[in-house]
Nanobody
Framework: QVQLVESGGGLVQPGGSLSLSCAASGFTFSAYAMSWYRQAPGKERELVAAIGNPDSFTKYGDSMKGRFTISRDNAKNTVYLQMNSLKSDDTAVYYC?????????????WGQGTQVTVSS
């Protein structure tokens, strides 16, 4: 059974930091690209950051560049998102995504999400 379990969300003041984790199980983690997405109320889901494998390329949404860092630990089947200099606009539910796209199939898995609230 595939599971993506996010943790680390919460309430933080503007300018603060949070670290999110996503623990994966039920599939070959190292074979999948991992991403974080977020969705704020009334807005579409948007890409926060992505990390590939094995070359571990990274990609960030424009408003996250320089503030957020995505990383992965294949030995622990976990992907992380370090968020610094948080702003009120970063308030959203953050979702973990695992994707593997080959010529034969597409596998796309989502976690349940974790709430991040940036407020004073």
């Amino acid at each position: 059974q595939v599971q993506l379990v996010e943790s680390g969300g919460g309430l933080v003041q503007p300018g603060g930091s949070l670290s999110l984790s996503c623990a994966a199980s039920g599939f070959t983690f190292s074979a999948y690209a991992m991403s974080w997405y977020r969705q704020a109320p009334g807005k579409e889901r948007e890409l926060v950051a992505a990390i590939g494998n094995p070359d571990s390329f990274t990609k960030y949404g424009d408003s996250m560049k320089g503030r957020f860092t995505i990383s992965r630990d294949n030995a622990k089947n976990t992907v992380y998102l370090q968020m610094n200099s948080l702003k009120s606009d970063d308030t959203a539910v953050y979702y973990c995504n695992a994707r593997r796209n080959t010529k034969d199939y597409l596998r796309d898995y989502w976690g349940q999400g974790t709430q991040v609230t940036v407020s004073s």
